[in-house]
């Protein structure tokens, strides 16, 4: 079946850090990608999203490129904010409707 | 409305007592989702709907859980004779699409917890 696997967490970086975020996937078919964003005390939240191979979806200064040939979809960020400081998910949409998520990645960043 | 709604936020059930969670989506949309989130883990699919029909109820645990969507607009669902293990939160998530090619827009969750 599908399966999303994520850089466990949580990680920890300081104030305009580079970010990398790994999600790889297994699925049958051309799966559409996403990353949903959760922020301390609220609900999960589109951040971006590829719907084909070598599609780029960026967002707020994220971004993340569909790699079809190592079934990846990273998520990154130049610089990182105290305010990006959330739990992060992977996740992939093959069937009508039905979408299949990693475990999420805590980030923390400090001042 | 504005966002999807979900009550009540938070639920305390007895074992055994049966529940309903409520999910209003956005006016409008077509498809909407229920998932179930434990603790530390990714939500898990549990059925969805397009307008009135229930085109997927593959990820119901057990025939203790119900979902229903009868006009096409809120839906509700039914948890029977509550054990622990359904301690978790259930989101609901809405798409003005069909089958969500671009993504969803989620509800803030109600915390069912069973004691």
């Known amino acids: 079946g599908d399966s999303v696997t994520q850089m466990e967490g949580p990680v920890t970086l300081s104030e305009e850090a580079f970010l990398t975020i790994n999600c790889t996937y297994t699925a049958t078919g051309y799966p559409s990608l996403f990353w949903y964003v959760q922020y301390p005390g609220e609900g999960l939240q589109l951040l971006l999203k590829a719907t084909k191979a070598d599609d780029k979806g960026s967002n707020k200064g994220f971004e993340a490129t569909y790699r079809k040939e190592t079934t990846s979809f990273h998520l990154e960020k130049g610089s990182v904010q105290v305010s990006d400081s959330a739990v992060y998910f992977c996740?992939?949409?093959?069937?009508?409707?039905?979408?299949?998520f990693g475990d999420g990645t805590t980030l923390t960043v400090k001042p | 409305g504005a966002g999807v709604s979900q009550s009540p936020r938070y639920k305390v059930a007895k074992r055994g007592q049966d529940v309903a969670l409520r999910c209003d989506p956005i006016s409008g949309h077509v498809s909407l989702f229920w998932y179930q989130q434990a603790l530390g883990q990714g939500p898990e699919f549990l059925t969805y709907?397009?307008?009135?029909?229930?085109?997927?109820k593959s990820g119901l645990p057990s025939d203790r859980f119900f979902a229903e969507r009868p006009e096409g607009s809120v839906s509700t669902l039914k948890i029977q004779r509550t054990q622990q293990e359904d301690s978790a939160v259930y989101l609901c998530a809405s798409s003005l699409n069909e089958g969500a090619p671009q993504g969803y827009t989620f509800g803030s969750g109600t915390r069912l917890t069973v004691v």
């Open positions: 996740a992939l949409n093959t069937n009508a409707g039905k979408s299949t």
């Open positions: 709907f397009q307008n009135e029909a229930q085109l997927d």
